[in-house]
């Protein structure tokens, strides 16, 4: 879905890390609430959050009725996860939404009783929750099945990956907490061309940082996803590197010929743009 039509605009992973993700951890909290105390409005926002992560998409009203029973106490919450994803007003001075932080989109509208708006968390918003709310594994894998349809090549084949890598999923934190792994020294500790992957990724998307398709940027976080698997996870005291078996890396690539096409599609779309980059440098030659 565009993300115009989501009631929202945000960008690429670059964008995320340079923007969404510092813009969030200011507004909305750097660390969860439940391993240190901080604002009220902070709480208020995670546990907004976490609520949408693990139970998908809901209007406000399903929001409050995720943990109250009352009409009366249900009205007086939703009002206030509305405040939440709007915004408001205080004093002269706007107050950022989750909606216009980029953290949530709209999904839809129910229409159950009166049409309402339904509301998930956007991929930035998944990325966030991820870097600052301290889940379990558990309920990661939830979030996994609610999402499934959102980010198709990771969370619609989560069972899949784990009876292959185990908790080499949870590697997805990583990208959350911002590292793209796009730096040089990269190509110093793996054998593979992880650092030239990585760097085509960012050449692909580079024209997105102010916007993206939701689709684009689930293809852009799961080929960042498949190539870090190429990253070694420890290093052993030999100094040499422990990583994802190569055997194993190919085995979840080829098994499944839906990855196999669309991530192969992708290396050779960075091999011709490589091959076209060296032709114009061997011209420095001729000059």
Not at 39 to 65: C, D, F, P, S
Not at 179 to 186: G, S
Not at 243 to 263: G, H, P, R, T, V
Request: with cysteine; glycine share 6%.
């Amino acid at each position: 879905m565009p993300s115009n039509e989501q009631g929202t605009v945000y960008g690429n992973l670059h964008a995320y890390k340079m923007y969404t993700r510092p813009t969030a951890q200011r507004l909305f909290g750097a660390y969860s609430f439940r391993k240190k105390q901080g604002t009220k409005h902070h709480e208020n926002v995670q546990r907004m959050l976490e609520i949408l992560g693990l139970n998908g998409t809901l209007t406000t009203w399903g929001i409050a009725k995720t943990h109250l029973d009352d009409s009366s106490g249900i009205r007086t919450k939703e009002k206030e996860y509305r405040r939440l994803l709007l915004g408001r007003m205080a004093r002269g001075k706007h107050t950022i939404g989750l909606l216009e932080s980029g953290l949530v989109v709209k999904d839809g509208k129910s229409h159950v009783k009166a049409p309402a708006d339904q509301y998930r968390l956007s991929l930035h918003g998944i990325l966030y929750c991820l870097d600052v709310l301290d889940l379990t594994d558990k309920q990661i894998d939830k979030i996994a099945e609610k999402y499934s349809d959102i980010l198709p090549m990771v969370f619609g084949k989560w069972e899949y990956l784990k009876s292959n890598i185990g908790n080499e999923v949870y590697r997805l934190k990583n990208l959350a907490a911002g590292l793209f792994m796009d730096n040089i020294q990269i190509a110093k500790i793996s054998n593979f061309p992880v650092y030239e992957l990585m760097t085509y990724l960012n050449v692909k998307y580079q024209n997105n940082f102010e916007q993206i398709d939701e689709e684009d940027l689930a293809n852009q976080i799961s080929f960042w996803f498949y190539t870090n698997l190429l990253v070694p996870a420890r290093f052993r005291t030999s100094s040499k590197h422990s990583s994802l078996e190569i055997k194993q890396w190919k085995k979840i690539i080829q098994e499944d010929k839906n990855i196999a096409k669309w991530y192969y599609g992708f290396v050779n779309e960075a091999i011709k743009f490589y091959n076209t980059r060296f032709s114009r440098l061997k011209k420095l030659e001729k000059v």
